[in-house]
Each structure stands twice: as structure tokens, then as C-alpha cells.
């Protein structure tokens, strides 16, 4: 039969008994390597070996069909603004990290509790609140070879401030012990830093300073008195040893030295201090030469006080012309024995003397010079004295009445400035007292 003789009426070929078989059979999956096949209407592709599959876009075909559409050279339109997206990426990026950088270096780092507590010793001083300063120490000053007198508000009354102050960013915030650094400054002048030791009872408790003081020994000047921004306090008499006239304590600060000192030329350097060790010195001091020297020019008289001086070191050399001796010691002529007189081979001497009288007939012409921790009398012109002596020789019993006539010695005189602005002569040796005066009367014998 043919093909036309097996269509029904309706034009379609009658299904067969096995097709109506296999359409009640369900079909097991078709499994290619291990893996299941594609599902109904989906394309069975195998990797790129699988051809298309009927009704499905060949994703290479398409591939192939754009790449030659757009055959040939990039336009440079397109490059030009790659190039601009490029640029605008890169400055966006610096300018993030510049935003970063900024805000790290412009936000204020928050102080730790020890510079606080540093800070807060200093600014006490600054206002001169001792209490409140001494209250942050843990403990008080060495005052046994060091004076406290200079502990108090109206010495603190320089202008300086606190440039900065800094500890370790590794310092572990739960110990009993800290370092701080601290830096102070005369306002447009030298600044100096310190390293601050604190301590605590515990991890939480309050920070303390530990010794913040200031120590500080002066050498010898020719004034009786140290000056220190502008309060005066007289010298205590040394001991044996003189290297050093006093030692004082001091708080943080700037400080100046015999600024407010009559009489005398003194520096108006400001200096700022921190705690430790100092010595305050004049340029040719070697005695207080260190480390921590703090050297200050030569005193010199000013020129009313020069005009002063000379004035008290007559009134010392009349003083002398009135005592009624041969030779008083520290006073600067004097005679061990006098010729008879017309017998050149016979003296008066010791007892033989019986009345002594001294007349100055010329002021010597004197200036007053600072000679090594001294103010030393120096004759312009030396004056000239008039010995007159009665005497009777015990030998011969000869009996008469005398005079010669004595130079005034140069050099053997000084002047002390007092803390009231005034003056003391004292002979070489004397400053301290008589007990150290030359009382050899070969030592001061002129005639």
C-alpha cells in the first residue's frame, strides 16, 4: 500500500500499535560521559565540539559576526576617554588618601592621664599656685644642703609657656611608672625639655611627679647676696670650704639672675630651667664650671656706685688714721718701729713708743675694679700719710717726738655690695671676718 493509501481522512498518518507502545514507556535519560542530557528543547551541547542545535543562536557564529562588524582600529575618541575615566580614577584615589592623611595629622591626639598631670604642674607654677604644684609631687624637696626660700609665688612671676608636652604612644596606660617629655620657652627666646618621672600606688591611681625640682648652687660673686627675678636674699657666711656660696631649690621656670641687683652691671638673659642640677657662675669661675653651668658676664660697679665706693673707702682709711697704733691689722699702712730722731742707728720700738698719731694728707685716687670673685681697690695715685710718734729709748733713756711720712699700699683693700644697695671695705682676707685677716705687722707695714 501506499503512502497516500495509509493516511486517514484527516490527512495524518495513522500511528502505529509500537508508537502508542513508546508513548505509554517512559524514555530512561540519555547519559553521555556520566552525565545527564540536556532536558526536552535544550540544546545538547558537549564543550566546544557540540554543534548548534536547531532554533538556538551559535554563541561563536555571533562572536565572529561582531568582531568583523567592528574590524579595524580603535577610534581615538574612545582612547581619549579611556585616558579621561583613567585620570579622574587616579586623582580620586590621591585625593581620598590626601583626606586620610589630613584628618590623621589635623585631629588632636588625646593626652594620657601622666601629661595631663605634668601639664597641670607646670600650669600651676605659670600662675604661681605653689600649693596646687606641690600638691602633684610625690614627695618634698631635699632641703638639706639646699634652701627653700625661694619656694614661693612672688618668684614666679616671669612670662614663658609650655610648648609641648609628650609621652611614649607605647607607654602601657595600667603601669606604676611614666615618662613624660616637657618642653618650656622664653617667649621668643631659648627653650629646653625635660623628662618628667611619675609613679603611682596603682593602676588606676593618680599620677605623681617625682622630684621636679630645680637645684641650684652659685659660685662666687663680689656681691654679699644672690638675686633671683628680682627678690634678694643675704648669703650665709661659709664654712671651712668656700668653693660655693649657698644652694637653692627652685620650681620649673625662667629665672634671672641679680637683675634687680643695686649698684652692679647684671645680665637681662632670661633662663629657662628644668629639673636637675645647676650652677651659676661668672665667666672666669672655674671652681663652679660643669655641665650645667650657668654663666653670667662679669659685675661690674655701676657709675654712681663707683663714685660711692671711693667715697666709703675714705671714710675706711680715715677710720684707720684714727686708731692710735703703729699697726692695726687690715688697715692699710702702718710702721713696726721709727728712727730717733738725729740718731739714724737708733730706733724707737714696741714699748718704747708712747704716743701714736697718723694724719692722712692725700686721699689716694682709687677705682674700684672685679678682680677674680672680688671687688679689689686699685691706687690710680696712692695718698700719703703722716706718722708722728713720741718715744723713749730704754737704753739711753733718750726722749723725743718724731714724724715720717708713708705711702698708702695698692691692692689690699675690697668693697662688698650689700643686698641694701651698699657698701663694705674690708681688707684682703676680710670678708668673712677679721679672723682671716694677715695679722703680721710686716704685712701691712708701709713707712
Known amino acids: ?10 490527512g495524518a498518518a495513522p500511528e502505529s500499535a509500537a508508537g502508542d507502545e513508546a508513548a505509554s514507556v517512559e524514555v530512561a535519560p540519555h547519559v553521555r560521559g556520566g552525565e545527564a542530557a540536556p532536558a526536552d528543547g535544550a540544546p545538547d551541547v558537549a564543550g566546544d565540539e557540540a554543534g548548534p542545535v536547531e532554533g538556538a543562536l551559535d554563541v561563536r557564529s555571533a562572536v565572529r ?4 562588524a567592528n574590524a579595524g582600529p580603535v577610534p ?14 587616579w586623582y580620586a584615589v590621591a585625593g ?16 594620657t592621664d601622666a601629661e595631663r598631670q605634668v601639664r597641670a604642674f607646670l600650669t600651676a607654677v605659670q600662675r604661681g599656685d605653689v600649693a596646687a604644684a606641690q600638691r602633684l609631687v610625690d614627695d618634698r624637696p631635699d632641703t638639706r644642703m639646699s634652701s627653700p626660700s625661694f619656694l614661693r609665688s612672688d618668684v614666679l612671676r616671669q612670662r614663658w609657656r609650655v610648648t609641648s608636652v609628650r609621652s611614649d604612644d607605647d607607654a602601657d596606660e595600667r603601669s606604676y611608672s611614666a615618662e613624660v617629655d616637657a618642653t618650656i620657652a622664653v617667649p621668643g627666646g631659648p627653650s629646653v625639655t625635660h623628662r618628667f618621672d611619675l609613679v603611682r600606688e596603682s593602676g588606676d591611681g593618680a599620677w605623681r611627679l617625682r622630684d621636679p625640682y630645680v637645684y641650684l648652687t652659685f659660685g662666687t ?14 648669703l650665709p657666711r661659709p664654712g671651712e670650704n668656700t668653693t660655693y656660696g649657698a644652694r637653692y631649690v627652685l620650681f620649673p621656670g625662667v629665672y634671672r639672675f641679680f637683675s634687680s641687683a643695686p649698684a652692679v ?23 663652679a664650671a660643669g655641665p650645667n653651668a650657668l654663666t653670667l658676664p662679669r659685675m661690674r660697679l655701676t657709675g654712681s656706685a663707683q663714685r660711692k665706693a671711693q667715697q666709703a673707702v675714705y671714710d675706711y682709711l680715715d677710720d ?39 694724719k692722712l694728707q692725700r686721699h689716694p685716687e682709687v677705682t674700684i675694679e672685679p678682680v677674680g670673685n672680688e671687688f679689689q681697690v686699685v691706687d690710680r695715685r696712692p695718698g700719703t700719710l703722716k706718722l708722728t710718734v713720741t718715744g723713749t729709748d730704754e737704753d739711753t733713756g733718750f726722749h723725743a717726738t718724731t714724724s715720717m711720712s708713708c705711702p698708702t699700699p695698692d691692692g689690699v683693700l675690697r668693697v662688698d655690695v650689700t643686698d641694701s644697695g651698699g657698701f663694705r671695705v674690708y681688707p684682703e682676707g ?12 710686716i704685712r701691712w707695714q708701709t713707712c
Open 265 to 287: 652691671t647684671h645680665s637681662t638673659r632670661a633662663y629657662p630651667l628644668m629639673p636637675g642640677q645647676y650652677a651659676v657662675r661668672q665667666d672666669d669661675d672655674a671652681s
Open 65 to 68: 559576526v561582531v568582531e568583523q
Open 320 to 358: 684707720c688714721v684714727r686708731r692710735a697704733k703703729l699697726v692695726t691689722p687690715g688697715c692699710p699702712f702702718g710702721a713696726e718701729s721709727v728712727p730717733e730722731p738725729g740718731r739714724p742707728d737708733r730706733i724707737f720700738y714696741g714699748r718704747e713708743i708712747k704716743s701714736t698719731r697718723w
Open 96 to 111: 581620598a588618601v590626601i583626606v586620610l592623611l589630613t584628618t590623621l595629622l589635623v585631629w588632636p591626639r588625646q593626652p
Open 76 to 89: 581615538a575618541g574612545a582612547v581619549r576617554r579611556r585616558s579621561r575615566w583613567g585620570r579622574i580614577a
Open 1 to 10: 500500500m501506499d503512502a497516500e493509501g495509509q493516511r486517514g481522512p484527516s
Open 221 to 234: 660673686f663680689p656681691v654679699s647676696y644672690v638675686a633671683i627675678n628680682g627678690h634678694r636674699e643675704k
Open 430 to 441: 676680710g670678708r668673712y671676718g677679721a679672723d682671716r685677716v694677715d695679722r703680721s705687722p
